[in-house]
């Protein structure tokens, strides 16, 4: 039986009574936002409140908790800024924190919600609510009348030069851009978190990592309008397990070859472990733009996969080349080597359900396919694809391998 509103809310304000009760048994000190001014009406800014509590939390010498209680928060662009006095800040949130309403308050960052320079930090719980609908219709909009003005929009939730974080529990939902960022951070944790957003939400990446080392993402729950997870260049040493992806446009690693500035842009050492896709335009796509640009990907393994109606379930394009602009006649310079692929099953929506469409002044070397089974359509048999790689099989491979 569905529980009434009211009981819901005293459920909620239990929680966080019994939360703020643990924390000052524990001897944590507790900032509580509403303590500082914070309304939880969903109307009024508590933008300086929040600040407020978390500069009186970072100061403290002792274990310190920022406190969000249930209710509804109107937070603007607010960033978080370390380094703290301790390496033991929560920010605890048992309520929801709402965005602005509209679009281009976020003009001057592009970000909502910003953890910067801090080490030890532990977020838990709260949902996240972007309200990035107006500004998707705008884009919509743009793309059937140029001349329309949009901006490019605010991620929800970053971590930014960051060390030993984790965000626990917490809940992104209808983000204006990406929903949660991990850069040029290190050691940081995302677990049970969910992402939430129509599927026709434009550039809402569940998860985005770049330029880090040491991230893991675990028993995650993404359904959103772009690639669930996105691995962006700069990043090394990355774990990925118990990640459920649909709609959305697959785990990503790229685009590469951008020219985003370093001198070789490179991923390594990336696993993605027991993976389900339901519906995604992609299950595991590697992308590299078509320029001369250096870099390399290499070291890694997706092992352990269901897809269900996935439309490229395994795909590696280096001839990414969007609009053709700059791009369309010129061979990738990053180096793809040493992928596995392991234990994928499930069904395409689309006759060719593996793709190697690899440079041909770097072929793709070390792909190896081992008990992969992927359908088209059910029960019909699919096919391979295979441009400039070299690889091997193991095991029982479907669609019958082109390498």
Not at 70 to 93: D, E, K, N, Q, W
Not at 238 to 243: A, P, Q
Not at 340 to 347: A, F, K, P, Q, S
Not at 377 to 391: D, H, I, Q
Request: hydrophobic share 35%; net charge positive; with cysteine.
């Amino acid at each position: 039986m569905a529980m009434t509103k009211p009981v819901l809310s005293l459920l909620a304000h239990l929680h966080a009574a019994l939360l703020l009760l643990l924390l000052s048994g524990a001897g944590a000190a507790v900032y509580d936002v509403t303590r500082y001014g914070a309304r939880p009406d969903g109307v009024t800014d508590s933008t300086l409140p929040f600040l407020r509590a978390w500069a009186d939390a970072c100061r403290s010498p002792h274990q310190a908790t920022v406190l969000v209680p249930p209710g509804m928060f109107l937070v603007g662009s607010a960033t978080f800024t370390g380094p703290c006095a301790t390496h033991a800040v929560t920010f605890s949130i048992a309520g929801t924190l709402v965005a602005p309403t509209g679009y281009g308050w976020d003009a001057t960052t592009g970000r909502w919600i910003t953890f910067e320079s801090v080490e030890g930090l532990t977020v838990s719980g709260g949902i996240l609510d972007g309200r990035g609908a107006s500004l998707w219709s705008c884009k919509r909009q743009q793309q059937q009348q140029p001349h329309v003005h949009c901006p490019t929009g605010a991620s929800s939730l970053t971590i930014s030069n960051s060390r030993d974080v984790v965000v626990d529990g917490t809940r992104s939902t209808n983000s204006e851009l990406f929903h949660m960022v991990v850069l040029q951070s290190h050691g940081v944790t995302l677990q049970q978190v969910t992402v939430d957003a129509p599927e026709d939400s434009p550039n809402t990446d569940g998860i985005h990592v770049h330029m880090s080392s040491n991230v893991a993402v675990s028993n995650a729950d993404i359904r959103t309008g772009d690639d669930c997870v996105s691995i962006g260049p700069g990043n090394s040493n990355l774990w990925i397990e118990r990640v459920s992806c649909g709609p959305g446009h697959g785990i990503s690693i790229g685009s590469l070859g951008q020219q985003q500035g370093m001198a070789v842009e490179a991923v390594r050492n990336v696993t993605v472990k027991t993976t389900w896709f339901t519906g995604t335009t992609n299950g595991f796509r590697i992308k590299t733009w078509g320029t001369s640009k250096r870099g390399l990907i290499s070291g890694i393994t997706f092992v352990d996969s269901t897809m269900i109606g996935v439309h490229n379930p395994i795909i590696i394009d280096q001839n990414y080349c969007p609009g053709k602009k700059l791009c369309s006649d010129q061979s990738s310079g990053i180096k793809i080597s040493q992928v596995r692929y392991i234990d994928i099953r499930g069904w395409s929506m689309t006759p060719v359900a593996v793709t190697f469409n690899c440079s041909r002044s770097n072929p793709c070397s070390g792909i190896s396919l081992q008990n992969v089974r992927l359908m088209y359509e059910g029960m019909r048999l699919a096919k391979s694809s295979c441009r400039n790689v070299k690889g091997r099989t193991a095991g029982l491979v479907v669609p019958p391998s082109c390498l």
